[in-house]
T-cell receptor, first 112, second 115 residues
Framework: QQQVKQSPQSLIVQKGGISIINCAYE??????FPWYQQFPGKGPALLIA???DVSEKKEGRFTISFNKSAKQFSLHIMDSQPGDSATYFC???????????WGAGTKLIIKP | DSGVTQTPKHLITATGQRVTLRCSPR?????VYWYQQSLDQGLQFLIQ???????AKGNILERFSAQQFPDLHSELNLSSLELGDSALYFC??????????????FGEGSRLTVL
């Protein structure tokens, strides 16, 4: 019940296309869902986050879609660029006193 | 630049040895987290400290230990090293109280290679 399942493990998208990464969870007590972006040789950095009281959050080309009834959330990258090539991690947490539960990561490659 | 500093960036050592990784959190952040990331793997939470006290423990081996000092920097000690301990070790910090947005700020990691 503590797991966050992330898919796909890897993804190749053409430049200008839409990249979609999905995550699913079981614990309905989770109240914070961030996405982190990690470039090779660097630490992860927060990309965008959502709380379950909204169904969508958009920041530039990055959008989180949140489906509370299905217990799923996804990251959409519009007009994907080679600079978006990185590993993306979803995560979930059930309160500020608890640890983030991480997905396994998705390696995204954007082909020029 | 996240403001979290980790040293050393790279470390090569032999099996059976002991190493210490150091982390300086962002100014004012009281919480420090340690994570292990093996090659092309996900992030494994090891341990969290808050203001000098252990707050939470994850999948940390008994051969590993950590502490947070009064100046809030933290050290991760890895002993009796095995080949499988080769990994990137990340430190992250976060603020507390009303400043806590949930975001973790990661350092650039210490890459440990055990030969």
């Amino acid at each position: 019940q503590q797991q966050v399942k992330q898919s796909p493990q890897s993804l190749i998208v053409q430049k200008g296309g839409i990249s979609i990464i999905n995550c699913a969870y079981e614990n309905t007590a989770f109240d914070y869902f961030p996405w982190y972006q990690q470039f090779p040789g660097k630490g992860p950095a927060l990309l965008i986050a959502i709380r379950p009281d909204v169904s969508e959050k958009k920041e530039g080309r990055f959008t989180i879609s949140f489906n509370k009834s299905a217990k799923q959330f996804s990251l959409h990258i519009m007009d994907s660029q080679p600079g978006d090539s990185a590993t993306y991690f979803c995560a979930a947490r059930k309160g500020s006193n608890y640890q983030l539960i991480w997905g396994a990561g998705t390696k995204l490659i954007i082909k020029p | 630049d996240s403001g979290v500093t980790q040293t050393p960036k790279h470390l090569i050592t032999a099996t059976g040895q002991r190493v210490t990784l150091r982390c300086s959190p962002r100014s004012g952040d009281l919480s420090v987290y340690w994570y292990q990331q093996s090659l092309d793997q996900g992030l494994q939470f090891l341990i969290q400290y808050y203001n000098g006290e252990e707050r939470a423990k994850g999948n940390i081996l008994e051969r590993f230990s950590a502490q947070q000092f009064p100046d809030l920097h933290s050290e991760l000690n890895l002993s009796s090293l095995e080949l499988g301990d080769s990994a990137l070790y990340f430190c992250a910090s976060s603020p507390q109280g009303v400043k806590n947005t949930g975001e973790l700020f990661f350092g650039e990691g210490s890459r440990l290679t055990v030969l």
